[in-house]
Nanobody, 125 residues
């Protein structure tokens, strides 16, 4: 099992920065090469992957909509998403997730088995 707890959401204005954190714990996290991802879900829309990182290699992936503005990183037990130059379109509930699938950085939410509870990010224009 992997436990994920997000924090850091809030209300921001366009152009502001925000850093999300996700505390990761559990036996599976320490034993297996997982991929970690940040997803978001806006009202009325599906859950989309905005960024991901492979635990063992540090390989990262970004959605085109956030490339150059968002940066994913991790320490031993925490996953981060640094969000700069926020836009109103970034408004969503943000989730961190862990995938036990081997290879690459999965973008399909169905490939992620473990999810945090989500944190709201609201960006006003």
């Amino acid at each position: 099992q992997v436990q994920l707890v997000e924090s850091g959401g809030g209300l921001k204005q366009a152009g502001d920065s925000l850093r999300l954190s996700c505390a990761v714990s559990g036996r599976t996290w320490s034993e297996y090469n997982l991929a970690l991802g940040w997803f978001r879900q806006a009202p009325g829309k599906g859950r989309e992957c905005v960024s991901g990182i492979r635990k063992a290699t540090g390989r990262t992936w970004y959605a085109e909509s956030v490339k150059g503005r968002f940066t994913i990183s991790r320490t031993k037990n925490t996953l981060y998403l640094q969000m700069n130059d926020l836009e109103p379109e970034d408004t969503a509930v943000y989730y961190c997730a862990a995938s036990p699938r081997a290879g690459g950085v999965p973008r399909d939410p169905n490939e992620y088995d473990y999810w945090g509870q989500g944190t709201q990010v609201t960006v006003s224009s």
